[in-house]
């Protein structure tokens, strides 16, 4: 991990509500329904699960019979997804997601919300990712990003890199977090260079949608 996540796991959903001004509900909403157009239950992959907010929506979004592993590196985090999820049926285990403990062709849909960017090696992960998905399965990939737009670029940059660090950083008691958090966002690669690498992990359908002006974006792919 870039950082130790565990050491914010306990401020991370009601930071991230601030720094979107609650915009990544909505997000997340709309890749959940992206993600699940079948009247049949699923075999359910959530990778960089966090504090379960996707792995959330997902099952809630689900049909009955419908099973959900969620996977993450930091241990805090899972605690707090776990509680999130009491009662529902779901798997969590600490696990890297460049190298998935599951057999090829596992799972029906495999999610990631707003943790591709912190892979060490990206096409790694998504190449495994393909791999654990069953042949005629969905991809669905939610991060955030950086506005195409010159103008709105400018004062993302000056939100993400001035504001965030010092509110957030606050807030958390751990600066170090999100300064990383900005840096992050802003070297990872637009949809032009992303598509080509889903492409190469062997997805042949690869479709992008911009939220909110392209701070978030959304990848479905099969």
Not at 102 to 128: I, K, M, Y
Not at 185 to 190: A, E, G, N, Q
């Amino acid at each position: 991990m870039p950082f130790d996540f565990d050491k914010i796991a306990r401020s991370y959903d009601s930071l991230n509500r601030l720094m979107t001004a609650g915009l990544d509900i909505l997000w997340r909403r709309r890749a959940v329904r992206a993600a699940i157009d079948t009247a049949r239950p699923l075999q359910v992959l959530d990778v960089a699960a966090g504090t379960g907010d996707m792995a959330l929506s997902v099952l809630r979004r689900s049909k009955p019979g419908t099973r959900l592993t969620a996977i993450d590196l930091s241990e805090e985090m899972l605690a707090i997804a776990r509680r999130k999820l009491r009662g529902r049926t779901a798997e969590f285990l600490i696990a890297d997601a460049e190298r998935l403990p599951f057999p090829d062709g596992s799972f029906d849909l495999v999610t990631v919300a707003f943790g591709v960017r912190n892979f060490a090696h990206l096409q790694q992960g998504l190449d495994e990712m393909r791999r654990v998905l069953r042949p005629g399965g969905r991809f669905v990939m939610l991060e955030l990003s950086a506005p195409d737009n010159p103008l709105l670029l400018a004062l993302y940059k000056l939100y993400a890199c001035r504001i965030i660090p010092s509110v957030c950083g606050l807030l958390s008691r751990n600066r170090k977090a999100y300064e990383y958090l900005p840096a992050s966002i802003l070297r990872f690669p637009k949809p032009a260079r992303l598509t080509p690498m889903l492409r190469a992990a062997g997805f042949e359908a690869v479709a992008h949608r911009a939220f909110t002006f392209g701070v978030c974006r959304m990848y479905v792919c099969s």
